[in-house]
């Protein structure tokens, strides 16, 4: 014989379906539970960004610096006879460069405003680390190309 199926008087059980994701976020995403090792590192490391907000601006300040070195290396490498490797900025460079100054810069302006606004969230925060990682290791591209238009 089978078991009698409970049946609540709520109905459901509500954790058959999954709560989709809220727009706004409430949660800031910071656990209150300490950790150790480099979790605990990491998590002290993007608490201290969200509590200095001086140093998020020196990590933004930072992305948009680089976003306007970008730019300019970039276009002295097309001075230089080389190629755009993203489609996108390509295309903006065939219109002009200032067209293509006025999109990458504004765009990156916006962007950092917008992490600046949203600062309290820890993915915010993981986005903006992971730009200006992404950055540097452009800026360690273009020097390497420079390096071998220069030689």
């Keep these: 014989m ?3 199926s409970r049946v609540s008087i709520r ?3 509500r ?3 999954r709560t989709p994701l809220r727009y706004p976020e409430r949660r800031s995403g910071f656990d209150r539970r300490s950790r150790s090792g480099w979790r605990g590192r990491y ?3 993007l608490r201290e960004l969200a509590d200095r907000p001086r140093t998020l601006l020196l990590v933004l300040a930072t ?11 970039t276009l ?3 001075q230089a006879g080389g190629s755009e490797l ?3 900025m390509d295309r903006l460079f065939s219109i002009g460069p200032e067209t293509a100054a006025l999109v990458k810069l504004g765009l990156a302006g916006a962007v950092a405003l917008g992490l600046l606004a949203l600062r ?5 925060l993981e986005v903006a680390i992971a730009v200006l990682l992404g950055y540097s290791a452009l800026m360690f591209y273009h020097v390497l190309v420079a390096i071998r238009i220069g030689a």
Excluded at 63 to 73: E, G, K, S
Excluded at 120 to 124: F, G, K, L, S
């Design 11 to 13: 109905g459901d059980d």
């Design 76 to 78: 002295r490498v097309l």
């Design 2 to 4: 089978s078991k009698p």
């Design 15 to 17: 954790r058959k379906h």
């Design 86 to 88: 993203n489609p996108i």
């Design 43 to 45: 998590e002290a490391s």
């Design 120 to 124: 309290r969230y820890r993915r915010t």
């Design 63 to 73: 992305i948009v610096v680089f976003n306007f070195m970008d730019y300019w290396l």
